[in-house]
């Protein structure tokens, strides 16, 4: 099982490869996936920025995530992960991204968006996906979680990992 820290370090190495910038767009996670990545020493050849879009207005001025889209699916939805990671290659500019938002708890959960519900966008050039989970635990575990997933899908998508 591969840690953040491991996951951290192979989008590090895949990024440098690739001759590609990485930027993030976070809501839940509230900095952590950003954190994960510049853990890693030489993380500035590849790594160029972040927000911490917790409240909609941000992910609307800074992202340029559409108010319809906000008020139609909810700051917890696929299609806003996918404009937030837009959003970020656009204000860095950078070819990928990483977006997360979700509803860590304990609180703010309904039967249709529960708590432990996060959604991933992931930017890799061209390339946009949207990935639903739903976690469980304390609110510090579902964060934890979420970023994990956030580096396994990127790499995933990236191809490099099954």
């Not at 249709?112 to 959604?119: A, F, H, N």
Request: a neutral charge; hydrophobic letters at 40%.
């Amino acid at each position: 099982m591969n840690t953040i820290e491991e996951l951290s370090k192979t989008t590090g190495k895949f990024l440098v490869e690739h001759k590609l910038k990485i930027s993030v767009a976070e809501s839940c996670t509230g900095g952590l996936l950003g954190a994960s990545l510049t853990d890693i020493a030489g993380s500035s050849a590849y790594f160029r920025g972040g927000v911490i879009a917790y409240d909609n207005q941000i992910k609307h001025q800074l992202l340029g995530v559409e108010e319809q889209i906000l008020d139609r699916y909810g700051a917890v939805s696929d299609q806003t992960v996918i404009a937030m990671a837009k959003g970020a290659c656009k204000l860095f500019n950078t070819e990928c991204a990483i977006s997360v938002s979700g509803i860590a708890g304990p609180d703010g959960g309904t039967a249709q968006k529960p708590v432990g519900l996060v959604y991933i966008g992931i930017a890799v050039g061209d390339r946009l996906e949207s990935i639903r989970c739903v976690f469980s635990g304390n609110r510090q575990q579902i964060r934890s979680q979420a970023v994990k997933a956030s580096l396994e899908q990127f790499l995933r998508i990236a191809g490099q990992l099954e």
